[in-house]
């Protein structure tokens, strides 16, 4: 096996824990939203444990290992890698500027549980899919001349935040005056 070959092991490696977290992540808050009990504040607590001891350190090992690849096996900055990049920046800004403040919010006692609780889902719909196109785009390498594949993937992930949009304000009372 070659140095080069490692890489990309370590790298697909992590991007499948990576991706399977925030895949089991969904399911499990999708779950627990249908529950009557308090499966939700369960899931809350096995995010905020998992979040910080999978879902952050695969993320990072899949982008530190790809940079290695790419650096290793002398790709440049081709269009894949530089959206590759770019998800990597929208789940990690997702996570530290929005997760992990709704995770606090959704904790019994906090504030606007419910709420958070609504956003946490849709929010996780707009990351997998950024996640899943990600593994898309890794796996076909468009370059700027694949217009028609950019074109579905930007309309994927527009219909994503669309319906994450939309299912986030479902379900809103207004606050009393």
């Known amino acids: 096996m070659t140095h080069y070959q490692l890489w990309v092991f370590l790298h697909v490696a992590s991007v499948i824990v990576w991706v399977g977290v925030g ?5 499990a808050t999708l779950y627990a939203q249908r529950a009557a009990d308090q499966t939700l504040e ?18 990072l090992a899949a982008f530190g290992f790809g940079i290695v690849a ?28 929005v997760r992990l403040p709704l995770l606090r919010r959704a904790r019994p006692g906090g504030t606007a549980a419910a709420g958070a609780a609504r956003l946490l889902r849709s929010l996780a719909l707009v990351e997998l899919t950024v996640l899943y196109l990600t593994v898309a785009d890794m796996v076909a ?15 994927i992930l527009a219909v994503a935040v669309v319906a994450a949009t939309a299912l986030a304000t479902i379900g809103r009372h207004p606050e009393p005056a």
Request: proline share 6%; glycine share 16%.
């Open 141 to 155: 390498k468009p370059t700027g001349a694949d217009s028609g594949a950019l074109a579905v993937g930007g309309a």
């Open 23 to 27: 895949t089991t992540l969904v399911l």
């Open 42 to 59: 369960t899931v809350s607590g096995f995010a905020g444990w998992l979040g910080p001891r999978v879902f952050a350190p695969s993320s």
């Open 70 to 97: 790419v650096r290793s096996g002398h790709w440049g900055s081709p269009l894949w890698v530089r959206l590759g990049v770019g998800a990597y920046a929208v789940s990690f800004l997702l996570n530290v500027a």
